[in-house]
């Protein structure tokens, strides 16, 4: 079955510390990978997006992350992070079996102390 | 910017009623979906649609729930007999034939006392 694992749920870090969200997902066909952020209160933004072409790709808010294929990872980074990076953080695979549907993660909440 | 739009933001229902959730998609996009993400859980599929039909729908799309594309603007998800568990956040998207990018709008807050 189609999956997406997210590690560290929950994770505390001070201000201008690095940042790294795992992800891996479990598909064998063609996948297009995303990250999206979702505020306290707010709807799903997109940070990224990988279709194809260059596995590191950047985002927006200084967000990167890359595809390695070989091991079915998608992890997002972001090098110096701010206190208003606190957010819950959902990577996604879009599959298409016939059907389309995007599957999400149980999403990441990072929490960073100003 | 084109965008997205749900109508309500907040639904407050009584259990075992029929509610109506509207969705008006990106103008020029022709793949529909609904998600929903109870309160500190994952997004989940609900299902997706095209060319007035159901491409693919998840297990939680019981026959409780049902789709339309009533008009050529909105897109509606309707739940017949609602459920205290299907309280949660609602979320409406589109995308454009063939890419795999999806455009999520505000949602809809149900709650089902």
């Known amino acids: 079955a189609q999956s997406v694992s997210q590690h560290n749920h929950h994770v505390i870090l001070s201000e201008a510390a690095s940042l790294e969200l795992g992800c891996n997902y479990s598909?064998?066909?063609?996948?297009?990978l995303f990250w999206y952020v979702q505020y306290p209160g707010q709807h799903l933004q997109l940070l990224l997006k990988?279709?194809?072409?260059?596995?590191l790709v950047k985002g927006i808010k200084g967000f990167e992350a890359e595809f390695i294929k070989s091991k079915f990872s998608f992890n997002l980074r972001k090098p110096s992070v701010q206190w208003s990076d606190t957010a819950e953080y959902f990577c996604a695979v879009y599959i298409n079996t016939g059907g389309f549907k995007t599957i999400f993660g149980a999403g990441t909440r990072p929490f960073v102390k100003a | 910017e084109p965008e997205v739009t749900q109508t309500p933001s907040h639904q407050v229902t009584q259990m075992g009623q029929e509610v109506i959730l509207r969705c008006v998609p990106i103008s020029n996009h022709l793949y529909f979906y609904w998600y929903r993400q109870i309160l500190g859980q994952k997004v989940e599929f609900l299902v997706s649609f095209y060319n007035n039909e159901i491409s693919e729908k998840s297990e939680i799309f019981d026959d409780q729930f049902s789709v339309e594309r009533p008009d050529g603007s909105n897109f509606t998800l309707k739940i017949r007999s609602t459920k205290l568990e299907d309280s949660a956040m609602y979320f409406c998207a589109s995308s454009e034939p063939f890419r795999p990018e999806q455009f999520f709008g505000p949602g809809t807050r149900l709650t089902v006392l």
């Open positions: 598909y064998g066909g063609t996948v297009n």
């Open positions: 990988y279709f194809s072409g260059d596995p």
